[in-house]
């Protein structure tokens, strides 16, 4: 049996699901403010006993720490790009409070380049050195962002060493080739914010951990719709943002069988319209966190307040917003709300509300993979052919997977993309993969 937990605002909920992704048993419990760690313990106190040899929880707190600029790490944001990458500053347009709350000082070095090694520029090392060395006392994390990284990495790499030298291993280094996509202001936003999370998500770690205990295989929800462990929580602190609903709209794909379908959230006072696509969240192509543009893999959702004359018809609109190009998808209605949201709407042809549709985002916690994701830029040319790119970008994907926790025997790649880049020389291609599995059994 897996236990899965959600950790909203006002209640958390909690399910446990057999071998077959069968609810056993469900709880709802009130939310203890500010602690969610403490709801966490109260939601497994309401369950019957049960084996628990795993436990996956979504939490939507992340977001809320950004929001009141609670418990975030002073972060120092280093750019490696040389004078190509001066145009726009970093932390541009960023909201002031947080930005105050987060920065602990800016630097941009020499460094980067292109696809061959003709076109890099050597990493300035004595300008991250003492750029390391000012922020002494002052930095928790330090956020490295490359202007080339989605091809190569190598200098974040070899900044980060630098970095260790002069703090020590314990301060906390986000890379942002292992988060962001490829725009750099995004990426490098990404990579901040990243940084920024990692106080509140070690505590968080630790507090999960003594709260399950035992030797239960402890993971948290991802903005993808996938599970990871507590120590690629550490490692990656953004990628828990937005698992909460990633997870509730994977709670209403078990729940219905559909792997396509719009999926409205209704909590006490808003609704939140969100899309399935293959099973898993379709995702945020200009998601935003607190204001600041993100490259995280997360939702694309539309809020919608709940009550009012035009509230229905407000619901009825971000449906179909939702909706693909071609084709209507039925509507799958889940959340404790759920019960206050009509069996028909205007222009939506099927509304489901299935059974259990009030713990959702747990019963999404408990039947989601592990997971990890991969994305690079590749140029095309006699010495690199297409297919040799594509196996390693799925390779890439598989080992992400693995470091999220997934068992390496059973992680299976379920999709690969590839997109034209007609901006850049030659053919130039975006490749982006999915992997997932099991967790690994402890």
Not at 56 to 80: F, M, S, W, Y
Not at 201 to 211: E, I, M, N, S, V
Not at 249 to 276: N, P, Q, S
Not at 380 to 388: C, K
Request: glycine share 12%.
């Amino acid at each position: 049996m897996i236990t899965g937990i959600e950790v909203g605002p006002t209640h958390t909920d909690a399910a446990v699901l057999t071998d077959a992704a069968v609810p056993w048993a469900t709880a709802k419990v009130p939310s203890v403010p500010g602690d969610p760690v403490a709801s966490v313990r109260h939601a497994l106190a309401a369950l019957p006993e049960h084996p628990r040899t795993q436990v996956a929880v979504g939490l939507r707190g992340l977001a809320q720490a950004l929001d009141e600029r609670r418990g975030l790490a002073k972060v120092g944001v280093l750019r490696i790009g040389g004078p190509a990458a001066q145009a726009v500053r970093p932390l541009f347009g960023w909201p002031a409070g947080l930005r105050d709350a987060v920065c602990a000082g800016t630097a941009i070095v020499e460094g980067g380049g292109g696809f061959d090694a003709a076109e890099w520029t050597p990493l300035d090392t004595g300008a991250v050195a003492a750029f390391a060395a000012g922020l002494a006392s002052r930095a928790d994390a330090i956020a490295i962002t490359g202007v080339f990284s989605p091809v190569d990495g190598a200098q974040e790499r070899q900044a980060a060493d630098i970095i260790h030298r002069e703090l020590g291993d314990a301060v906390h280094v986000s890379l942002s080739g292992e988060l962001g996509p490829l725009g750099l202001l995004e990426r490098e936003n990404t990579t901040v914010l990243d940084a920024a999370l990692h106080r509140p998500t070690a505590d968080l770690a630790d507090g999960l951990r003594a709260a399950i205990g035992g030797t239960a295989t402890v993971l948290v929800t991802r903005g993808d719709g996938t599970l990871m462990g507590l120590d690629h929580l550490r490692r990656h602190p953004g990628l828990g943002l937005g698992g909460g609903l990633a997870g509730t709209l994977r709670g209403a794909a078990t729940l219905t069988g559909l792997a396509d379908a719009v999926v409205a959230d209704a909590g006490e006072h808003r609704v939140r319209v969100a899309a399935l696509t293959a099973g898993f969240p379709q995702q945020a192509l200009d998601a935003q966190i607190s204001g600041v543009p993100v490259g995280f893999w997360m939702p694309d959702v539309i809020r919608v307040a709940r009550g009012g004359p035009r509230a229905h018809h407000d619901l009825a609109e971000a449906v179909d917003r939702m909706q693909p190009a071609a084709g209507r998808l039925p509507l799958i209605v889940v959340g404790g709300a759920a019960a206050d949201v009509p069996a028909a709407l205007p222009g939506v042809s099927e509304i489901r509300h299935p059974e259990h549709g009030a713990v959702a985002g747990a019963i999404g916690a408990a039947s989601s993979p592990v997971g990890g994701q991969a994305e690079r830029i590749v140029r095309l040319d006699p010495r690199t052919g297409l297919q040799a790119a594509l196996d390693e970008v799925r390779e890439e994907a598989r080992a992400s997977a693995v470091r999220a926790g997934a068992d390496p025997r059973r992680v299976q790649v379920s999709e690969v993309t590839q997109t034209p880049l007609p901006y850049l020389p030659s053919v130039t291609l975006r490749l982006h993969a999915r992997a997932s599995g099991p967790a690994h059994p402890l």
